[in-house]
């Protein structure tokens, strides 16, 4: 009679699990726990080819596909519940940010507005000034030949 297989999804699970747990992941105990877990310590070539599959693709960045058949464990829940809240936090962080820059934009065109219109009127009242000026130059010269048509 054959003994018991271990499923590749069970080795994917212990592997995540020892993972998960900050211990060294090694052949061995892989092994132990396989044996712990089912009674049986799966194949040496089976066991270290799916580690190293593992390790390849961890090492890559790629998160490996450990979840095929193999129901959540309560450590991948709480992950998956700490990735959305981060991802929620990182949402509304990024729409904060997004109305404070629309904010200043739309207050930085008011005031390059506000400048413009600034300098118009700020030319406007020295070109009053000087009208102001002449009218007055004027009105002295008139002042000064009405005294002598008067003397």
């Known amino acids: 009679m054959r003994p018991v ?5 069970a080795i994917h699970a212990v592997i ?3 993972a998960a747990t900050g211990a ?3 052949g061995v105990a892989v ?3 396989l044996s712990k877990r089912y009674g049986v310590r799966g194949g040496v070539a089976r066991v270290y080819r799916v580690l190293q599959a593992f390790r390849r693709e961890r090492v890559a960045g790629v998160r490996p596909n450990l979840r095929e058949e193999v129901a959540p464990s309560g450590f991948d829940a709480q992950a998956t519940l700490r990735a959305e809240r981060a991802e929620t936090r990182e949402r509304v962080h990024q729409e904060r940010w997004a109305r404070e820059t629309d904010a200043l934009r739309t207050r930085l065109a008011g005031l390059e507005s506000a400048a413009r219109d600034l300098e118009i009127a700020q030319q406007r009242v020295t ?3 000087q009208a102001l000026a002449s009218a007055h130059a004027r009105i002295s010269r008139l002042e000064a030949l009405l005294a002598e048509a008067a003397r």
């Open 5 to 9: 297989r271990v499923t590749e999804p």
């Open 16 to 18: 995540r699990d020892l």
């Open 24 to 26: 060294r992941v090694t």
């Open 31 to 33: 092994r132990e726990e």
């Open 127 to 129: 070109d009053l000034a």
